[in-house]
């Protein structure tokens, strides 16, 4: 019987990035889908139904901490771990990582992350 690969949903509005996160995880034997706001990573998330979400939290139409709301708010998506990345300073955005913080998230990675880095995280 063929393994079924997992399957990660990376809510990233770099286009850049995102390409370069999923060949990663497919290489990595992940299935990997992109999307690059919010709206749409809290539709993909109950569509693809992940087994895990790699969000940015600064992104368009409204924001990664609507994604988590989102996220939060249906027992389909509740339980879906979050793997949060972000080029945001803790020091300078003290107020946004304290309301972030309300948030299950399961791990944090800051920009500028290496693909060892990253894979790691997610295994």
């Known amino acids: ?31 990997a889908l992109v999307v690059p706001d919010a709206i749409l990573g809290n539709q993909e998330a109950h569509q693809f139904k992940p087994d895990l979400i790699v969000l940015e939290v600064m992104l368009p139409g409204g924001g990664g901490l609507a994604v988590l709301k989102g996220l939060e708010s249906s027992v389909y998506t509740a339980a879906i771990p979050v793997l949060v990345i972000t080029g945001l300073e803790r020091d300078r955005y003290e107020g946004y990582f304290r309301e972030l913080s309300q948030f299950q998230v399961d791990g944090y990675l800051e920009k500028p992350f290496d693909g060892a880095k990253l894979l790691a995280e997610v295994e």
């Open 1 to 31: 019987m063929e393994e079924v690969s997992k399957k990660i949903l990376i809510i990233e509005d770099d286009l850049m990035l995102a390409k370069l996160m999923r060949r990663r995880f497919i290489a990595a034997g992940f299935q």
